[in-house]
């Protein structure tokens, strides 16, 4: 009787969901892809001043943070840490969460391979995943995490996640709806698994869409189309529309959420102001939370409220009507990866219809070549905010870039807010900041460097030193873990420890291109499950104490505020894995890292070369490798 109540009940869930509605993030915009005006709260929403966290944040952190104890537990004690009895000390610790460990998680921007060795990471992390709680193994650190950000590929991966109920890599690569990456973003997904849809008929239902935003009055720019192709392969919905009414907001609204049963994610882009060109390394950083949008930088420091994006503000006051659906979620990710727009129109596929050139093409008329990676934010929310005279407050559009064309190319900026206190960060790099796409450290550079201006742009944020990219390469830093800024109290405010991940050859040559936009499955995976080994080393087989360390570096704030002492292993840990000052800053030679393990298995196409020869792996298709010629441009601006 219970069980036939219950495989009816979970029937009519499966059949409400293929219908439709079955809410994830919700797909709750009042009209689709057009932001809409609606009815306003009692309250009207405003601009608030950027001086603490939100008073939703900090209810929500009061669950949060209760919530990542039980999964701190078991990873920790799961992991060897000698007789430290990691388990009583979070139980212990518990009772003033502000003494926890406070862990945050950053996916860095490159395409899709950030997205792909991103999600590796995540793999690793994730509890659910097959295997992941076994002894040594570092599953439950995302369930531990309070924040996740991402910026372009990355937040593609984290939005991925977030936009589809908090799922799984390892659902994402089953789903035949999401992540199908051999056809590329600009011929449109499978139409065997999209019912009706073929590349002429894709193109149009997205013209459509950013056709019935303009129509309603705002601004479009190539990040609309771009946002809403991206929503094709990133939000399952069930519709075969690509989820035109999920909004980021919603995110909000999921009970898991709101219990504080997940971490919180974050987007990041960058601002850049009329007539600029070039993104200025003291640019305004905005990330986009799911309550929130605005910036803690001095430039603008006030966040407007995300839901009512779209709507008229002045001075931060809404005087007028509400509107809603602005926040649509693959524009959001589209912002943040907006550098990629440029290479809607710019590549030529055989295997595109001629229309859909044509409508790429009259895309193009309307727009200059300088703005083709602009997101207009429409009304501006921070018109005239603070009755400031800076050209933030005094435009009418607010213009967004990709949040790595600053050089920060690891969204750490919400995550070192002084309010945030976080206390480490698991950074994973996956820039393509050398000659055959690896990181070299730029972007912590970057931070680091912002992080000076202390009068200026910093802010209060504090980063750990880290050294010149050459010395990341002389000295290997980039090419296995890395913590920094292992002893806390040497600074002047709250500083996370990082711990760098940068992407390097453990199983895959997953140095492809930031442009190649289409992978075959097999592809797609190895370099899934390289990432999966950048985090665990390999299954340890690189150090088999790398588990410990990883729990070292968790506890380290943590046990510093109590006034605890690390067991002898986290000593040998740090001087491991603790960048110790050493500098060498010579030029290096070009850096050629060798596969470290053997490679994962015979799917992959791509790395043809055997291990040792790094190379370009990249093969690429036809349509990647058209756009190599674009790619180094924009690869020059990126910084990666
Ligand atoms: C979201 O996922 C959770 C956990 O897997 C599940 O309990 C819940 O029913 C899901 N919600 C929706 C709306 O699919
Ligand atoms: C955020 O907080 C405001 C004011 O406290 C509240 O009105 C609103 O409902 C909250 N938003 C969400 C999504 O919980
Ligand atoms: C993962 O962690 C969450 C939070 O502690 C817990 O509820 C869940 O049961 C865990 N899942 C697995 C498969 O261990
Ligand atoms: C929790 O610990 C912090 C310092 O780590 C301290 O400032 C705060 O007063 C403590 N809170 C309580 C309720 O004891
Ligand atoms: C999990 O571990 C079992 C036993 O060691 C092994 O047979 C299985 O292949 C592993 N699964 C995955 C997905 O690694
Ligand atoms: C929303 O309301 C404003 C006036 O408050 C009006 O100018 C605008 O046209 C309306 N937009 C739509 C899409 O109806
Ligand atoms: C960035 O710095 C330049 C000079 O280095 C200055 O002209 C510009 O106003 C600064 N931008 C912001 C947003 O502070
Ligand atoms: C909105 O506020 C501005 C000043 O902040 C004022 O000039 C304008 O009249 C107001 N509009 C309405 C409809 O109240
Ligand atoms: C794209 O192809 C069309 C013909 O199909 C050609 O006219 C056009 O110049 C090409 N554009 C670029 C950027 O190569
Ligand atoms: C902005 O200017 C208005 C009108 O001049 C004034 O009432 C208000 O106090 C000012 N607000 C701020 C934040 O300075
Ligand atoms: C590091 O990367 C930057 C681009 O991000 C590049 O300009 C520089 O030449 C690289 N240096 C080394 C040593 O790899
Ligand atoms: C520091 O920041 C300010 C404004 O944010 C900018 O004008 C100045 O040029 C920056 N200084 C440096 C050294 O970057």
């Avoid at 979970?10 to 915009?29: E, G, I, K, M, Q």
């Avoid at 919530?67 to 610790?93: C, H, W």
């Avoid at 002429?200 to 935003?213: M, T």
């Avoid at 995300?306 to 002045?314: Q, R």
Wanted: charge should be neutral; charged fraction near 20%.
């Amino acid at each position: 009787m219970k069980i036939s109540l219950v495989l009816l009940t979970s029937l009519a869930l499966a059949h409400a969901a293929s219908v439709d509605v079955f809410p994830r993030a919700l797909p709750n915009a009042p009209d689709g892809y057009t932001p809409a005006n609606t009815t306003c709260p009692a309250v009207k929403p405003k601009v608030r001043s950027a001086n603490t966290l939100s008073r939703n944040e900090t209810i929500w952190l009061k669950k949060r943070r209760k919530e990542t104890v039980d999964p701190m537990k078991e990873l920790l004690g799961r992991l060897d840490l000698g007789p430290f009895d990691a388990k009583s000390y979070i139980d212990k610790t518990a009772k003033n969460v502000t003494n926890l460990p406070n862990i945050g998680f950053a996916a860095s921007g490159g395409g899709y391979r950030a997205m792909l060795n991103g999600a590796g990471v995540i793999k690793a992390f994730d509890n659910r995943t097959a295997n992941a709680t076994s002894k040594g193994q570092l599953g439950g650190l995302l369930q531990s995490s309070t924040y996740v950000a991402g910026l372009s590929g990355g937040g593609w991966l984290v939005g991925s996640i977030f936009v589809n109920n908090f799922t799984t890599i390892s659902d994402l690569q089953k789903d035949k709806r999401v992540w199908d990456l051999q056809r590329s973003i600009l011929e449109g997904p499978n139409s065997k698994q999209f019912q009706f849809l073929s590349s002429v008929s894709y193109w149009e239902n997205i013209d459509k869409s950013v056709k019935g935003k303009k129509n309603a009055g705002f601004d479009v720019t190539l990040t609309d189309y771009w946002g809403r192709a991206l929503s094709y392969q990133l939000v399952n919905s069930s519709k075969d529309d690509g989820g035109p009414s999920y909004t980021w907001s919603s995110i909000a609204l999921g009970d898991e959420f709101k219990n504080g049963e997940m971490p919180m994610p974050l987007l990041v882009a960058d601002g850049r102001r009329p007539g600029e060109l070039l993104v200025g390394k003291n640019s305004t950083v905005y990330e986009f939370n799911p309550w929130e949008f605005g910036s803690w930088d001095p430039t603008i420091a006030g966040f407007a409220p995300l839901e009512f994006l779209g709507s008229k503000f002045d001075n931060g006051i809404m005087n007028d009507t509400c509107v809603r659906g602005f926040d649509n979620a693959g524009f959001l990710m589209g912002t943040s990866s907006s550098l990629f727009n440029q290479l809607l129109p710019r590549l030529n596929s055989t295997s595109m219809p001629d229309i859909v050139k044509q409508i790429l093409e009259d895309i193009l008329k309307d727009l200059s070549k300088d703005d083709q990676d602009i997101a207009a934010y429409a009304p501006n929310p921070f018109y005239n905010y603070r009755n400031s005279t800076a050209t933030y407050a005094t435009t009418n559009e607010l213009d967004l870039v990709d949040g790595g064309e600053d050089g920060q190319n690891i969204p750490l900026h919400p995550l070192i807010q002084p309010e945030r206190h976080v206390d480490v960060i698991f950074a994973v790099d996956s820039s393509a900041d050398t000659e055959h796409s690896w990181p070299n450290g730029t972007s912590l550079v970057q931070t680091y460097e912002r992080s000076l201006n202390k009068t200026g742009i910093a802010n209060g944020t504090v980063f750990p030193t880290v050294p010149d990219v050459n010395t990341f390469v002389n000295l290997g830093l980039n090419n296995r873990p890395t913590f920094f800024g292992c002893n806390g109290s040497n600074f002047t405010g709250p500083t996370p420890l990082v711990v760098y991940l940068p992407n390097a050859p453990y199983t895959a040559e997953s140095n492809t291109s930031t442009f190649q936009l289409s992978y075959e499955d097999s592809e797609r995976d190895n370099l899934i499950t390289n990432g999966l080994n950048v985090a665990t080393m390999g299954n340890s087989s690189l150090d088999s104490q790398w588990p410990s360390c990883v729990g070292c570096a968790i506890l380290q704030r943590s046990t510093t505020r109590t006034g605890t002492p690390l067991p002898d292993i986290c000593r040998r840990c740090f001087a491991k894995y603790c960048w110790n000052g050493t500098v060498d800053s010579h030029p290096p030679k070009p850096y050629q890292p060798s596969m470290k393990l053997g490679s994962a298995g015979s799917g992959n196409s791509v790395s043809t070369s055997s291990g040792g020869a790094a190379g370009a792996a990249s093969t690429g298709s036809d349509l990647a490798s058209s756009a190599t010629a674009f790619a180094g441009a924009a690869t020059s601006i990126l910084g990666g």
